[in-house]
Each structure stands twice: as C-alpha cells, then as structure tokens.
C-alpha cells in the first residue's frame, strides 16, 4: 500500500554512496589503485627483460587484483560494518537486504573492474607485454571470478567473529592461495602436492583462465575446467553467504 | 492511505511477553500497552531486560512466547519498517559522509521522508550538517541517530537509552528533541535507567526489573515524587523522612529544631534514587 521505493533505485543509490566513500577513504583507495601497479613495478622490475616470467605474473596480477578488491575487501568491509551497528541500524529501514548487498558487492566489482584495466595497461605500457588475446575469454573469466570472490568474501564475513581478528582470516585465506595459485611464477615448476591443492582452489583457476586468455588466446572451452571450478566455488559461496548473514556483532554472552 | 484499520488500535500492546538466551531468562511474562502519542518510559537497571524487550518490539529478535502487536501488526511485519523509527543503544554511521550526506541517504530510503532540512533543524544538527560524522563529538552523534531515526516520518520511535553517558547539557538537547517528537503527535518508546529522565519525559513508564513489570503508571504515582529528607540527631543517629513536599517538612523540622537549640546536622533533601523505589516495589512484591 505504502509506495515501496524501487530496488534497483536502492542498490544503485547504495552502490553510488559505496563509491563516494571508497574515493574519499585515502587508504582504500590508495591500496585499491596503487597496490596492483606496485606489484606490477616490483615483479616488472625483477623480471625485466624475461619475457616468459612477465607472461605470467600479467595474469596473475589481474587474478590476485580481482580476489584483494572482492573477497578480501568485502570481508574486511562486512566485517566492519557489522561491528560498528552500520549493519543493524540499516536493517530498522526499509532498505531491502539484497538491494544493500548488490550495491555494496557492486562497489567490490567496480574496484576489480578498475585494478583489471589498470593491470592491462600497466602490463602493456611499462612491461611491453602484448595486448590480452582474447578479450572475450578474459571477461568471462573475470566476470567468473569476481562473482565467485564477491560470494566467498561475504561467506567469510560471517566466520569472522570481530575486526581484530578479519586480518588473521583473511591472510589465512589469501596468502596461501597467491603462493601456491601461480601468480608470481610458474607454478608448474611446484611439487606435485602444492599443484594437487592448488587445483582445488579457486584463484588457481582464475589465474589459469586468464593466462590462457590473455597470453595465450585460448578460448573459453580449452579452459572449461577451470570456469567450472570457479563456478562450483561461486556456488558453495552464495550458499554460505546467504545462510549465515548477520546484521549484528556477535555478543560474549 | 495510511492504515485506517490500524490507526484504532494501540501503538504497541504486549501480552505476557517471554524471552530466554539459552538457560538465561531476559523477559519471564511481559505486559503493558502503549498508547498512540504517547511516551512511554521503559525504565529499569542494567540487564532488566528492557534492551531485549525493545528489541522484540524493533523486530530484531524473535519472542519464546506471548502476544506482541506493534501498530497492529507482528513486529516483524516489513511494512513496519517505514512507519518505526530506532535509536539503537550504540550505533554507528558511515564516518567519511557528512551529516547533511548521511541525513539525505537515509530519507531516500523511506516512501515518504520528511524534509532533510527541517530534519537537520529539528535534531539540533544545523551547524554540523557539512561536517564528517567521524568528526562529531557523541552528543552531536547521538543527533545524528535521532536525525535517521526521524527522517521517515515514522508514527513510533524506539529510543533505546538515549542519553547514557552524556554530560548534562547534551542530555538536556537530547531531552528537547525528545519532547518536540511528542509535540509532532509521535508515540515514543524509552529506556533509560535515569529516573530523572523517565519523569521529565515519560507520561506512563513501567519499571522492569528481573524481567518483570514491577509497576506501571504516570511517573509521579510510583513514588518517584517524593522527597527524601535525611539528617542527623545531637546524639548522632541518622534520621529520615519522606514528603512529597519538601518545603513544609523542612520548615516544619527547623522550626523544631531552632526551637529546642539544635543543629540539623547533614541536613539534605534528596529525590528518591531509583533503588529507592525498586526498594519498595520489591518489598512489596515479597
């Protein structure tokens, strides 16, 4: 009876309120800009000159990129939001929960799309690698793996009792991953154990997708494997994100 | 359009209301009503249970058993959301928008806000309104609440202890704001363990403790009126008696006192403290 207001006018109002915020929170949006370039100058520095190696860590970059601004950022974000009474106070109002979370997810997306861009660039004109091969292959599976990180990360979220401990969490998640996921080499070369468990893991199968896109210009099929890994974690994560979704910090009592 | 059906019926009645967080008991049989423009005190110590009570009423947990109508309808019923306004006990809001930016989000939420400006006015915001939230001090934020609590224009506010920890001046702004709710035919719900601030603002409150209902009615019959007047004798021993008017019974003992040449030793006039009356009210209840 009461004229609800529109949920696509509440999450794009939420997700523009999500971009004005990230601008304005200098460290966010120094890390969210700055932290792939930096990669990006280190490795390329590093690498300089070997070709081979430059060919891997492009994509690997974009992969790691596209996990720190989703999963890691949503996490930490959630986290937060909750602990502070954000969280809470917005469920008193009308807002639909899902129209809230398209719009902050969609903040989370708008970084990886702008960190995936940044990478392209910064691998074409300050490492002199190629442009992607094959531009279509690459969105889906970026498009895969930020759908996938964005679930993962509010799942997270919600095992995170405080903010104090988000950072022992997510590194415990993230770092291992990166290692062992092939962004910063070949990761071929590992021992077969690590390969086993990386294959099990989704930015494994991110990187690979985009490595096979960008470098290589396979298509979407030759890496079906790998699409249907991070599918399969992308669906694990909305399950969990959706089934223990909290407004509120969790109380000692 | 606004409910005709609903708009009869009491802001809030609650019948034998029970609530328990595993083998602890919050709320054991819960009963008072809540009439439409009123404000109505829910007053009690720490962990009485009033938190869990509002909270049963704002929809944020579920009851073990009783009967709870908010505006005629369940209380977790969604079209409750525009019509309810909370002020949660500590809450906080995006700390990089101004308070003009946060206000403004909130009104875009609800299918008929009020207007931001006259919001901002009536908070007591005006001077802040371009300053950052994390900025403000927490009288200036505990407006901030009140502001988002109000911009929809909701019929009933929830105010979960509005004022504890504040110093005496932003209790008094924050009091203000209260009674101008009242002036705008809101109903408001309080808790507060400030029994000083229950009788300025309450005109019924009910005294929680243990989970129960201890009494219920304007604030002035639950002998929250009387006068404490205590003094010592020449021999040393304390005295007291109660009044609901101070003035006569101190004349009246001066006079005595002057009278027979004594002193008045430590003379003071106090209200009761809330103890007092949980006191009494637990005597009697044994």
């Given at each position: 009876m009461t004229a609800a207001v529109p949920w696509w006018g509440a999450a794009w109002r939420q997700f523009r309120l999500e971009r004005r915020m990230f601008w304005r929170n200098p460290t966010a949006a120094f890390f969210g800009v700055l932290l792939p370039l930096g990669l990006l100058a280190i490795f390329g520095a590093v690498f300089a000159g070997r070709d081979e190696d430059l060919d891997v860590i492009v994509p690997g970059i974009a992969g790691l990129s596209i996990m720190s601004a989703t999963f890691t950022s949503l996490a930490y974000n959630l986290t937060t939001l909750r602990e502070r009474g954000i969280l809470k106070r917005l469920r008193g109002t009308p807002l639909p929960t899902s129209a809230y979370l398209a719009g902050l997810a969609g903040n989370a997306v708008a970084n990886a799309l702008l960190q995936l861009v940044i990478v392209i660039l910064a691998g074409r004109f300050l490492l002199g690698v190629a442009w992607p091969q094959?531009?279509?292959?690459?969105?889906?599976?970026?498009?895969?793996?930020?759908?996938?990180?964005?679930?993962?990360?509010?799942?997270?979220a919600h095992a995170i009792p405080n903010?104090?401990?988000a950072p022992a969490y997510v590194n415990a998640v993230f770092l291992p991953q990166i290692l062992i996921a092939g962004v910063f080499y070949d990761a071929s070369e590992?021992?077969?154990?690590?390969?086993?468990?990386?294959?099990?893991?989704?930015?494994?199968?991110?990187?690979?997708?985009?490595?096979?896109?960008?470098?290589?210009?396979?298509?979407?099929?030759?890496?079906?494997?790998?699409?249907?890994?991070?599918?399969?974690?992308?669906?694990?994560?909305?399950?969990?994100?959706?089934?223990g979704f909290s407004w509120e910090a969790r109380r000692d009592q | 359009?606004?409910?005709?059906?609903?708009?009869?019926?009491?802001?809030?009645?609650?019948?034998?209301?029970?609530?328990?967080?595993?083998?602890?008991?919050?709320?054991?049989?819960?009963?008072?009503?809540?009439?439409?423009?009123?404000?109505?005190?829910?007053?009690?110590?720490?962990?009485?249970?009033?938190?869990?009570?509002?909270?049963?009423?704002?929809?944020?947990?579920?009851?073990?058993?009783?009967?709870?109508?908010?505006?005629?309808?369940?209380?977790?019923?969604?079209?409750?959301?525009?019509?309810?306004?909370?002020?949660?006990?500590?809450?906080?809001?995006?700390?990089?928008?101004?308070?003009?930016?946060?206000?403004?989000?909130?009104?875009?939420?609800?299918?008929?806000p009020r207007r931001v400006d006259e919001v901002l006015a009536l908070a007591g915001l005006d001077d802040c309104a371009a300053r950052r939230a994390r900025t403000l001090s927490g009288g200036q934020a505990r407006r901030l609440d009140f502001a988002l609590a109000l911009v929809g224009d909701p019929e009933l506010i929830f105010l979960d202890e509005p004022t504890t920890g504040f110093d005496p001046a932003a209790r008094r702004a924050a009091w203000d704001v209260i009674r101008a709710l009242r002036d705008l035919g809101k109903t408001v719900v309080l808790t507060t363990h400030y029994l000083d601030e229950a009788q300025s603002l309450a005109d019924r409150v009910a005294i929680l403790q243990d989970g129960l209902i201890l009494a219920e009615g304007?604030?002035?019959?639950?002998?929250?009126?009387?006068?404490?007047?205590?003094?010592?004798?020449?021999?040393?021993?304390?005295?007291?008696?109660?009044?609901?008017?101070?003035?006569?019974?101190?004349?009246?003992?001066?006079?005595?006192?002057?009278?027979?040449?004594?002193?008045?030793?430590?003379?003071?006039?106090?209200?009761?403290s809330l103890e007092d009356v949980y006191l009494e009210l637990t005597e009697a209840v044994a």
């Open positions: 094959n531009w279509g292959a690459m969105t889906v599976f970026a498009a895969a793996g930020v759908v996938c990180f964005t679930f993962l990360g509010v799942a997270l903010p104090e401990s590992a021992p077969s154990i690590i390969r086993d468990i990386a294959q099990a893991l989704p930015l494994t199968h991110l990187v690979e997708g985009l490595s096979g896109a960008m470098i290589d210009g396979e298509s979407v099929a030759a890496n079906a494997v790998s699409l249907l890994v991070l599918g399969l974690w992308g669906a694990v994560g909305a399950v969990l994100a959706v089934r | 359009m606004m409910g005709a059906m609903t708009s009869g019926v009491p802001a809030i009645e609650v019948t034998g209301l029970s609530k328990a967080y595993g083998s602890q008991v919050a709320l054991r049989g819960v009963d008072f009503t809540v009439k439409r423009g009123e404000v109505f005190g829910l007053l009690g110590p720490n962990g009485a249970g009033k938190t869990t009570c509002v909270e049963v009423l704002e929809g944020y947990r579920t009851k073990d058993s009783g009967d709870v109508r908010v505006l005629g309808r369940d209380p977790g019923a969604r079209e409750l959301r525009s019509q309810v306004g909370i002020v949660l006990q500590s809450c906080g809001t995006y700390p990089h928008l101004t308070v003009r930016e946060t206000v403004e989000h909130w009104a875009a939420l609800y299918p008929r304007p604030p002035h019959s639950l002998g929250a009126s009387r006068y404490r007047v205590a003094w010592r004798t020449p021999d040393g021993t304390s005295e007291q008696r109660f009044t609901e008017d101070p003035t006569a019974l101190l004349h009246e003992l001066t006079a005595e006192a002057m009278a027979r040449g004594e002193m008045l030793e430590d003379l003071s006039v106090t209200r009761p």
